[in-house]
């Protein structure tokens, strides 16, 4: 089989601890070396000389050195990782090489997918595991070309997804943090926030399986956005001047689109710029692309979390006052039965002398009036609008608490 390596493989320890890949339009053009790290490994080579000289001792060396923030200093751990990201060149050109033939539909040349991977690098340092007894070559081809695939996915639903599709799927977090990267101003943020939360709530297409290509809303749906914002700047306190119009909103939405797009798929062409023997690096070559969750994926389920928790956190705050002023006695004793006691319905109707039909009603009853009483509470604080979807995302963490609540205040 043809080597994909255009250039010598290094062998010496020096080499393969301080030299880094070098490229010219695009083409692996052989190894530059950093001074820096030529002097420390030639400074440790000479300090530890009865040491084992094999590449996976210094491997190790490194990564012990790298992984210790305990008893040395955080320069130490940096030019550890340096040591090892330039050890890792090789492995990751390897990736790179393999990913370019298997995304034949990529716009990225080599030289693109070798950035991607080793702008990562340090994921592939917190996931190695030597006691494992696998190589970090091997171990880093692997990663490498997951995160590289994963990076293509990634740039494939940012170019095919509508303005709409995104901003539905995107976190509130995410679309921040891309709005500041355009260095909008706080207040902008805040509106176009606000101006997306209303979209989102409002915007409801019908479900569809090419969910990337959603339509433009209809003109009654932007009208609908258009008058939930007017309600809602008004009580956070950006309602100046006159209110914003249905194109005014779509403007603003399409350039949190724009900004959005930006952060998924920024500009990796301006990023300047290991390996073990050829048969573990062949390992490549029968390696399926890791199908993992994507970072946009992993944001949406992060931010959903952190919304359940900021529920969970204000209901601490607001359910017992509220447990505490439920009328009569007996409805908090029914409570206190079913989510402390852990009785059933039935048995809790045989203790009333009443049915169970009647202890299902009465415990409805109570959880619509907890709901009543806290959901407004929670959207003023959440700076979101009370709607269906939070409602449901309340009465689920109500339910929990209420189990929780019961449980840490038993008699």
Same mark, same amino acid.
């Given at each position: 089989?043809?080597?994909?390596?255009?250039?010598?493989?290094?062998?010496?320890?020096?080499?393969?601890?301080?030299?880094?890949?070098? +490229?010219?339009?695009?083409?692996?053009?052989? +190894?530059?070396?950093?001074?820096?790290?030529?002097?420390?490994?030639? *400074?440790?080579?000479?300090?530890?000389?009865q040491a084992d000289a094999s590449r996976r001792f210094w491997v190790l060396y490194w *990564?012990?050195? +790298?992984?210790?923030?305990?008893?040395?200093?955080?320069?130490?751990?940096?030019?550890?990782?340096? *040591?090892?990201? &330039?050890?890792?060149?090789?492995?990751?050109?390897?990736?790179?090489?393999?990913?370019?033939?298997?995304?034949?539909?990529?716009?990225?040349?080599?030289?693109?997918?070798?950035?991607?991977?080793? =702008?990562?690098?340090?994921?592939?340092?917190?996931?190695?595991?030597?006691?494992?007894?696998?190589?970090?070559?091997?171990?880093?081809?692997?990663?490498?070309?997951?995160?590289?695939?994963?990076?293509?996915?990634? *740039?494939?639903?940012?170019?095919?997804?509508?303005? +709409?599709? @995104? =901003?539905?799927?995107?976190?509130?977090?995410?679309?921040?943090?891309?709005?500041?990267?355009?260095?909008?101003?706080?207040?902008?943020?805040?509106?176009?926030?606000?101006?997306?939360?209303?979209?989102?709530?409002?915007?409801?297409? &019908?479900?569809?399986?090419?969910?990337?290509? %959603?339509?433009?809303?209809?003109?009654?749906?932007?009208?609908?956005?258009?008058? !939930?914002?007017?309600?809602?700047?008004?009580?956070?306190?950006?309602?100046?001047?006159?209110?914003?119009?249905?194109?005014?909103?779509?403007?603003?939405?399409?350039?949190? &689109?724009?900004?959005?797009?930006?952060?998924?798929?920024?500009?990796?062409?301006? %990023?300047?710029?290991?390996?073990?023997?050829?048969?573990?690096?062949?390992?490549?070559?029968?390696?399926?692309?890791?199908?993992?969750?994507?970072?946009?994926?992993?944001?949406?389920?992060?931010?959903?979390?952190?919304?359940?928790?900021? @529920?969970?956190?204000?209901?601490?705050?607001?359910?017992?006052?509220?447990?505490?002023?439920?009328?009569?006695?007996?409805?908090?004793?029914?409570?206190?039965?079913?989510?402390?006691?852990?009785?059933?319905?039935?048995?809790?109707?045989?203790?009333?002398?009443?049915?169970?039909?009647?202890?299902?009603?009465?415990?409805?009853?109570?959880?619509?009036?907890? =709901?009543?009483?806290?959901?407004?509470?929670?959207?003023?604080?959440?700076?979101?609008?009370?709607? !269906?979807? =939070?409602?449901?995302?309340?009465?689920?963490? !109500?339910?929990?608490?209420?189990? &929780?609540?019961?449980?840490?205040?038993?008699?």
């Open positions: 089989m043809r080597s994909p390596f255009p250039f010598y493989r290094r062998a010496e320890i020096v080499e393969l601890f301080s030299t880094y890949l070098s +490229w010219n339009m695009g083409r692996p053009a052989g +190894w530059i070396a950093d001074a820096q790290l030529q002097s420390s490994i030639e *400074h440790s080579l000479g300090r530890l000389a *990564h012990r050195i +790298w992984q210790d923030d305990q008893t040395v200093g955080a320069e130490a751990r940096r030019l550890a990782a340096r *040591h090892l990201c &330039a050890y890792l060149q090789e492995a990751c050109y390897r990736a790179a090489h393999r990913a370019s033939t298997r995304f034949t539909s990529s716009r990225f040349e080599v030289f693109d997918l070798f950035q991607i991977g080793m =702008l990562k690098c340090d994921r592939v340092l917190r996931g190695f595991q030597p006691e494992r007894g696998d190589s970090l070559d091997n171990y880093a081809i692997s990663v490498f070309h997951s995160i590289i695939g994963e990076a293509l996915r990634q *740039h494939q639903e940012a170019d095919i997804s509508s303005p +709409w599709a @995104l =901003l539905r799927r995107v976190t509130q977090r995410f679309l921040c943090a891309s709005l500041k990267q355009v260095s909008y101003d706080e207040r902008a943020i805040r509106c176009y926030v606000l101006a997306w939360i209303c979209f989102r709530e409002l915007y409801c297409p &019908a479900p569809r399986r090419d969910s990337a290509r %959603l339509a433009d809303p209809d003109p009654a749906t932007w009208q609908r956005v258009c008058a !939930l914002y007017h309600r809602e700047s008004i009580g956070q306190g950006l309602a100046a001047g006159a209110p914003p119009t249905p194109q005014l909103l779509e403007q603003w939405l399409r350039q949190c &689109a724009v900004a959005v797009r930006a952060a998924l798929v920024p500009d990796i062409r301006p %990023l300047g710029g290991a390996s073990g023997d050829g048969t573990s690096l062949d390992r490549l070559e029968t390696l399926p692309v890791v199908q993992q969750p994507s970072e946009f994926e992993r944001l949406i389920a992060e931010e959903q979390e952190q919304e359940r928790e900021a @529920l969970r956190e204000r209901l601490n705050a607001l359910l017992g006052e509220a447990i505490v002023r439920v009328q009569p006695q007996a409805d908090r004793e029914l409570l206190r039965l079913y989510y402390q006691g852990g009785m059933t319905q039935s048995e809790i109707g045989e203790r009333f002398a009443i049915r169970q039909w009647t202890v299902h009603r009465r415990l409805k009853r109570l959880k619509a009036q907890l =709901l009543e009483q806290l959901a407004p509470r929670c959207a003023q604080v959440l700076h979101r609008p009370l709607s !269906l979807a =939070l409602l449901e995302a309340i009465g689920t963490v !109500l339910e929990e608490w209420l189990q &929780a609540y019961h449980g840490d205040h038993g008699e």
